[in-house]
Structures are given as C-alpha cells and as structure tokens.
C-alpha cells in the first residue's frame, strides 16, 4: 500500500501536529460516546488502530481508557504499513506496535490471533490509502478482527464539505473552493474516494455491521472561553499551516498531469458555480497556490464560521 504523503521526519512531525489538531477539534475525546459508554462499563480491553501512523493516537487513548474504566490493564495495538520512528518512544505497558499492510488480509488476522480479538477496531484518516472500490473488502476484514458485539468505528474528515462554510454575509468563498480542489484532485489521482467520509455510514450497513450510527462534528479553529471570546487553537493553526505547506509540491505536480481537469469531476455544484464550471482555472501555478494559502491561513484565524467538517460512523458486529 502506497500513502501519497510519503514517508519521513518532516511527515512524522505532521502527523503528530495532524493528531493534536483533531483532538482539539474533537475535545479531547478520541472514543465516540458509545465506546466510551462501553469503556466506562468495562467492556473495552483490547483496541486495534489500523494506519497508527506515529502511534501518539494509542498513546492518548489508553490514557482515556484509563480514565474511563477507572481501572488499568487494557491493551491497545497500532499497526501501519511502515514501521514508524515514534514507535519505540510511545511503546510501553499496554501499547504495542505490529508492521502491518491493511490490505493484507492474512497479515491482519494474524495480529487479531495474537492479540485478539478486539473489542473495538479504530481507522482513522485512511481515505488516501484505501482504493475506491475496496472500502468494503475493508470493512468485511475489520469484522474479522472484532469480537461479536465489538465496536468499529471510522473517522474521516469530509474532503467534499469540510472549509466550505459561507461567509456571515451568506456568500461561499473563493479559497474554500480552492481548499477541497487541492484534497479532491489528490484523492482521486491515487484512486481514491473523494466522498467517503460521509458514505462511511451506509458501507458499514452494506458490510454486515448492526446500529450503525455516524455523528457529523463541526471542528472549529478557535477555543471557546468561559466569558464567550474566542482563542484561535494553536495545535490547529499549526497543521493547518504545515498542511497547505507539505500539499503544496504534490498538488502543484498533480496540477500539471494532462487530465487534471477530469480529477476534478466529483466537486460539489456550488464550487462549478463559484467557478463558472471552470474549477480548473483556479490554483495554476505556484503564485497562486501561495496566494490561496495566504488568504486560507485568514479565513480560518479570522472567520468563525470556519469549520472542518469530520464524520464519526461506529457500528457492531453483530452477535450471532
């Protein structure tokens, strides 16, 4: 499995700025309510996280888990297709890392038989690496590792909505169309889904899995204080930064393959209609990818009606 972000100390730090950003934007709470409904019961020892990237995300989790059960001696597992760097500074009791390629079927079941099953399975930002067509291939090998009754549950932010909030004027924005041309052409350059985060309900549904729920969170820029104010979050500021940053040479090349005007088939009709159906003219050139940086970096410290739009699907495995 390929991962379009590539692999090295520069994307190890992103990722880990990437998980202090969402769990900002989630408030702290990395579990949905049911598995931490299920964790405060009890009922949650033993967690795998497919595409741990760093490892940070078990690292906090466990502590959550902790916090929750009131009790120790749960087990989280993160697996990735490369070993990473971070892995021996977040390794410790109850946190093991196993190489794993989530497409390997047989790999995968391997980690359930030895340290499962599991009681609830978490993927996390996956949709660059999981091809359109094999989410539901996917999610059947996801059912395998749980055990009856356990939970999945899938985060992915919504490349189609997410930025695209109107302005308090109620007009849309040219940099928020130009921030979902950016994830939209690279989705699907790599053969990917640009709409799978909110289709993450209905495959889980399609997949076998039972009271499958899915809750749209609206991830803000700013802390809200006790008196009212807004504080911009600086965990969000900063990947937000380094993002546009690290996207920018792989969309500018990206941007020069001869059929970069049909990668940009699937964007939502009111970006054709900001554009006058000419979504492709936007984002030329150098010049202007730093021109839309520069004014995305102030909508989202500036605009409260900014958001990043990220979609929660959780569902069981049924018990039979």
């Avoid at 999945?152 to 919504?158: G, M, P, R």
């Avoid at 909110?198 to 969170?217: H, Y």
Wanted: charged share 25%; hydrophobic share 40%.
């Amino acid at each position: 499995m390929s991962y379009i972000n590539g692999y090295s100390a520069e994307e190890t730090a992103r990722l880990d700025h990437q998980h202090g950003a969402y769990k900002a934007m989630l408030h702290g709470k990395l579990f949905s309510s049911r598995v931490r409904d299920a964790a405060a019961r009890g009922e949650v020892k033993r967690v795998l996280d497919v595409g741990t990237g760093t490892g940070i995300w078990c690292y906090d989790a466990l502590a959550e888990l902790h916090a929750l059960s009131g009790s120790q001696g749960q087990v989280i597992v993160g697996t990735d297709v490369v070993e990473n760097e971070q892995w021996k500074a977040h390794s410790g009791p109850g946190r093991v890392f196993v190489q794993a390629d989530l497409n390997d079927e047989a790999g995968m079941l391997k980690i359930a038989k030895e340290h499962g099953p599991f009681d609830v399975v978490s993927a996390r930002l996956l949709s660059v690496a999981i091809k359109e067509g094999k989410w539901e291939t996917f999610m059947q090998t996801l059912s395998k590792l749980l055990r009856p009754g356990g939970f999945v549950q899938l985060l992915e932010i919504d490349a189609i909505n997410s930025h695209s909030c109107p302005t308090h004027a109620g007009q849309t924005y040219r940099e928020g169309a130009e921030a979902l041309i950016v994830p939209h052409a690279l989705y699907r350059v790599s053969g990917c889904d640009p709409h799978c985060s909110p289709r993450l309900a209905e495959r889980l549904r399609r997949s076998g899995f039972v009271g499958v729920t899915n809750e749209l969170i609206y991830g803000d820029s700013h802390d809200v204080n006790a008196d009212g104010s807004r504080t911009l979050n600086k965990a969000v500021d900063e990947w937000m930064q380094r993002t546009n940053e690290h996207l920018k040479p792989i969309f500018l090349k990206v941007r020069q393959l001869p059929h970069y005007k049909a990668l940009l088939d699937r964007l939502p009709p009111w970006i054709l209609e900001l554009t006058d159906g000419r979504p492709e003219a936007l984002l030329k050139d150098e010049a202007e990818y730093d021109d839309f940086a520069r004014r995305h970096e102030k909508r989202w410290r500036e605009d409260p009606a900014w958001h990043c739009a990220i979609n929660v699907a959780v569902g069981q495995k049924a018990v039979i």
